[in-house]
């Protein structure tokens, strides 16, 4: 910028103010105390002028965040349903075909929610047949 470009106006500051001033001007390679102030000033504005933009951007943010899971949730019940819809044609089929008392189905309940709690939800096809084998 041009020195004709630039206006004066007053300024009040306090003694140890200035003396930072005169101590730091030229360690932040500027050519003199006002081109120093003139950066903090630029500096602080912008620094202002960024905390107004993260107001404004979190909120928009969280609410992005929170469709999206929202959108998960909604994903994930439809796929749980569907595969409770399949469990329980399955159940169906099976109970139709084999004739299982009351006691033997008291046991498989016991059995399955211990092992569904020791492998932690996590079943596959193959380690059913391989217990079923044993």
């Not at 105390?33 to 951007?57: M, T």
């Not at 996590?122 to 079923?132: H, L, N, P, R």
Request: glycine share 2%.
């Amino acid at each position: 910028m041009a020195f004709e470009n630039k206006a004066k106006f007053p300024l009040w500051v306090y003694p140890q103010t200035i003396e930072n001033v005169r101590t730091h001007y030229k360690h932040d390679n500027c050519k003199s105390q006002s081109e120093f102030i003139e950066k903090a000033i630029s500096f602080y504005i912008g620094y202002l002028d960024e905390e107004r933009s993260v107001n404004y951007i979190s909120p928009m943010i969280t609410e992005t965040v929170k469709a999206t899971i929202a959108g998960t949730e909604q994903r994930l019940s439809r796929l749980l349903f569907k595969v409770a819809v399949e469990l329980g044609k399955i159940s169906n089929m099976l109970a139709a075909v084999h004739d299982i008392d009351d006691e033997t189905l008291r046991q498989l309940q016991s059995m399955c929610v211990n092992e569904v709690r020791r492998i932690n939800g996590i079943i596959s096809y193959e380690d059913a047949v391989e217990f079923q084998k044993e």
